[in-house]
């Protein structure tokens, strides 16, 4: 599970535990990876990796791990994400970069690193997270948008390409929630030096702060994760 140490991937990473699974959870901060992973119960089988999913070798090395860990990998859940707002001709490219490079690369990544492990053990799924603005086209959000959008269409991709080739013992399903509460409002956090969203004026900075506080109180109003995580594993169980 990647982004796993907090929000959805937390959840998600509970509730196949409660499945009697083992698990390798992913995330780029370290302290709050390693904060998650010991407030785990007591008695689960889980490898904590640091990994920038936007970095190919680094999802590649996270599959490796868990080859070495526990053999093999039967779920992938390609969750990872971050966040920012604003007009769309005021995100510089290393915004673009950075919200594409998680969102939407992380996903591309993961699925290369990990479809033919389960295509050659004929069975495996593939869980990639996308949002409802895969969907939609909320106003503020078009870096956001238009990863989740790529996301939803290379999920059922995916499903097309492993149906035509016969790979039919590997599933695909991609999750697009709506408001939940996570912290992906707060993405910013983990924004790569160097990457600083453009300058603006007053005016500018007071509506994206407004925007941001609208998307926050979405957040704060939204289902618990342990709901999503409960959909997410009966939509492995039922592909």
Sequence with gaps: VTGGASGIGLAMTRAFLDEGMKGVVADIE??????????????SEVEAVVCDVADAAQVDALRDRAVERFGTAHVICNNAGVSAGGPVWEHTDEDWQWVLGVNLWGVIHGIRAFTPLFIAQGEGHIVNTASMAGLTSMPFSSMYNVSKHGVVTLSETLFADLAMTGAAGVGVSVLCPGGVQTRIHEAGRNRPEGSAAAEVDEERAAMRAGFADYIGSLIASGVEPAEVAALVGAAVRTR
Excluded: C
């Design 30 to 43: 370290a302290d709050v990876l390693a904060a998650a992973v010991a407030d785990l119960p007591e008695g």
